[in-house]
């Protein structure tokens, strides 16, 4: 085996330059990977996030941030679901995407969270709340996704 006494190389054998490469390049696609996956888990560590920022949301002085009892219209959260959210979490909230699914929310969150999560989502899910969505909108998509 021949290794270089001189230069940027200086006692890196080059045998193993070419695994290297190969390792590096295996750990960024495994990376990318995983950064994609549409696992049950991405979904549940959103919720210990959420969590944290559900516990703030009465300090804001919300009314429906203190109710723990669905008070919009799933119906009209669908439609602002529809509108909104199903490009990231899917055409009905339960098929996941770019963002996790939806289903079952209800056992992660309670409904004071999700209104919580919503005005204040953690990246990367976008700042609706207060423009384009207004109050009842909230209300109403959170009655949506506690319904999934």
């Given at each position: 085996m021949w290794v270089p006494t001189h230069g940027p190389e200086k006692g890196v054998p080059l045998q193993y330059k070419p695994l290297a490469f190969l390792a590096a390049g295996a750990l960024a696609v495994a990376l990318i990977a995983a950064g994609c996956s549409k696992s049950q888990d991405q979904s549940s560590s959103t919720s210990t996030t959420s969590t944290a920022t559900a516990s703030a949301a009465p300090t804001t002085g919300t009314q429906s941030g203190s109710s723990s009892t669905a008070t919009g219209s799933a119906s009209a959260g669908k439609?602002?679901?529809?509108?909104?959210?199903?490009?990231?979490?899917g055409?009905?909230?339960?098929?996941?995407?770019?963002?996790?699914?939806?289903?079952?929310?209800?056992s992660r969150k309670n409904y004071a969270q999700a209104v919580a999560w919503i005005k204040d989502p953690q990246p990367p899910m976008p700042k609706l709340y207060p423009s384009p969505l207004n109050e009842k909108d909230v209300d109403d998509l959170a009655t949506y996704v506690e319904g999934l």
């Amino acid at each position: 085996m021949w290794v270089p006494t001189h230069g940027p190389e200086k006692g890196v054998p080059l045998q193993y330059k070419p695994l290297a490469f190969l390792a590096a390049g295996a750990l960024a696609v495994a990376l990318i990977a995983a950064g994609c996956s549409k696992s049950q888990d991405q979904s549940s560590s959103t919720s210990t996030t959420s969590t944290a920022t559900a516990s703030a949301a009465p300090t804001t002085g919300t009314q429906s941030g203190s109710s723990s009892t669905a008070t919009g219209s799933a119906s009209a959260g669908k439609s602002l679901f529809s509108a909104n959210c199903s490009s990231c979490h899917g055409a009905t909230g339960t098929e996941g995407g770019i963002g996790p699914s939806l289903k079952n929310e209800k056992s992660r969150k309670n409904y004071a969270q999700a209104v919580a999560w919503i005005k204040d989502p953690q990246p990367p899910m976008p700042k609706l709340y207060p423009s384009p969505l207004n109050e009842k909108d909230v209300d109403d998509l959170a009655t949506y996704v506690e319904g999934l």
